[in-house]
């Protein structure tokens, strides 16, 4: 399987960029039931302000070739919109576990 993690910094106030994440996190929490191929999905939101992340989200799919799938899916593209606007700055780890 492959745990396909990714974290977001956001451009706005703190007010702005916490309302972002959370719907960007109430549309990704929602996506297992939409996206076959996505076995599970969580979603962390920044509870400490001395960081500059504010969300980071832990897909896993069963290969590399679905990330990519998940990844084009309306839905997940949908979701990836809220966010879009608001994105300063986007890091991923893709990576086999057992």
Not at 39 to 53: L, Y
Not at 54 to 61: E, F, P, S
Request: aromatic share 8%; glycine share 4%; proline share 5%.
């Amino acid at each position: 399987m492959v745990k396909h993690i990714v974290t977001f910094k956001l451009n706005g106030t703190p007010e702005v960029r916490r309302r972002v994440a959370s719907e960007f996190a109430e549309a990704l929490l929602a996506l297992p039931e939409k996206i076959e191929c996505l076995r599970s999905m969580e979603v962390g939101i920044n509870e400490n302000p001395t960081e500059d992340w504010d969300v980071v989200l832990t897909a896993v799919v069963d290969t590399m070739e679905e990330v990519g799938e998940y990844a084009r899916h309306p839905e997940h593209v949908k979701a990836a919109a809220i966010v879009g606007p608001y994105k300063a700055a986007r890091a991923c780890v893709d990576y086999y576990f057992d």
